[in-house]
């Protein structure tokens, strides 16, 4: 069983969104185990003080790494080899890729930060590998924390219904995913592609693989760069930019 250990000033916050659907069925199948601390349970003192002002000055509060070592120390004598993340907008960028290998760890530990963030010294001794999952400043580290236990989460086997499986996911082949449509066939007066009613699965599985090229071409042609792209592939691509330059799109 994957276990989650959650290290929060807040952890309030995770408590529905991991009752919920997909999330709350794989806790009640014992597939994962988020455990919830709250970090202000390490701190001294009668005001359990997890901050303190920053040296040198400046705005804001810092993260104080006493508290924050006595309960990685305590967590991991229950998961000697659970890997230390720490959300931050300075880390690497989270990826389908990471959450791949990260669900393959035997526990982690998600440090949840708060006000201007972690003393340095936390960083350099405490923790394994450090995540952001985009380019903008949040309140806390939770939010990030719970968009990487959901995403890692689906690779955990079981977790994800028989019919749906993470490796069919945007990303798994490092594409966009192709359009989908369900009933009814013409809506709003815009049909489904006929190829998909067509019915035949060699048609179908070439449309869907040039949406997807056509779709990352047009909207992240950085990832076409790291993508595996058959030869077949390249060819396609060379005609739908062949086509899309005439089409003036
Ligand atoms: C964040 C992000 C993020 C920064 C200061 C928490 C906040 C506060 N974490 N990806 N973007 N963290 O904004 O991961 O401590």
């Known amino acids: 069983m994957m276990i989650f250990d959650v290290l929060t ?8 969104p991991l009752q ?23 701190a001294e003192g009668k005001h359990q003080t997890t901050d303190d002002t920053p040296y040198g000055g400046g705005d804001g509060m810092v993260m104080k790494p006493e508290p924050i070592a ?20 300075q880390g690497a960028p989270f990826s389908h890729q ?12 998600f440090l949840c930060g708060r006000y201007e963030g972690f003393d340095e010294r936390v960083r350099q001794t405490l923790v394994d590998a450090e995540y952001s999952i ?3 400043v949040l309140t806390g580290g939770e939010l990030p924390a719970l968009v990487m236990i959901d995403a890692i989460a689906r690779f955990i086997p079981g977790v994800l219904g028989c019919s749906d499986s993470a490796e069919a996911d945007s990303f798994s082949d490092g594409l966009l995913e192709y359009p989908q449509y369900t009933r009814p066939a013409v809506f709003n007066g815009m049909a489904v592609p006929e190829v998909l009613l067509s019915g035949d699965h060699g048609r179908i599985a070439r449309w869907r693989r040039e949406q ?9 042609p950085d990832l076409l760069k790291r993508a595996e792209l058959s030869d077949e592939d390249i ?9 899309d330059s005439e089409s003036g799109e």
């Open 235 to 243: 060819r396609i691509l060379e005609q739908l930019q062949r086509t």
């Open 134 to 136: 985009g380019d903008f």
């Open 20 to 42: 919920e659907s997909i999330l709350g069925r794989a806790a009640k199948q014992q597939l994962l185990q988020v455990r919830l601390h709250n970090l202000r349970d390490w």
């Open 70 to 89: 006595r309960a990685i120390a305590d967590l991991k004598t229950r998961t000697p080899r659970a890997k230390v993340l720490l959300m931050t907008p």
């Open 9 to 16: 000033l807040f952890p309030g916050i995770f408590v529905s």
């Open 98 to 109: 990471a959450a791949c290998e990260l669900a393959a760890e035997e526990g982690l530990i």
């Open 212 to 220: 997807q090229l056509l779709r990352t071409w047009r909207r992240r």
